[in-house]
């Protein structure tokens, strides 16, 4: 294979590439793309924050699910014993 028609076709994907990622930029909304690492960390260490704070939320309420059951449960169980007549 002819190794100039091989960097030409590179070339044209190189260009086409750049041309389709400068056309993107210029049709957002401001023109640009700026990155503030700042900006950024606060916001995943605030949805990191909420995460954590849903998760125990959840956790919980499982736990009081959880021991509202075992409660109920062994209420019911001694009732019943209760109730059985004495076979002896």
């Keep these: 294979m002819d190794t100039k028609l091989l960097e030409d076709y590179q070339k044209q994907i190189l260009e086409c590439q750049q041309k389709l ?8 909304p401001t ?3 700026s990155f503030s690492l700042s900006d950024n960390f606060e916001k995943t260490l605030e949805l990191q924050k909420e995460l954590v704070g849903s998760y125990l ?5 499982t736990s ?6 075992q409660k109920q449960l062994w ?9 059985e007549p004495a076979s002896v």
């Design 21 to 28: 990622f400068e056309t993107w930029l210029e049709n957002l």
């Design 75 to 83: 209420n019911d169980y001694f009732e019943a014993i209760n109730k």
């Design 31 to 33: 023109g640009k793309i």
């Design 57 to 61: 939320e959840v956790q919980a309420q």
């Design 64 to 69: 009081d699910l959880w021991l509202k059951t």
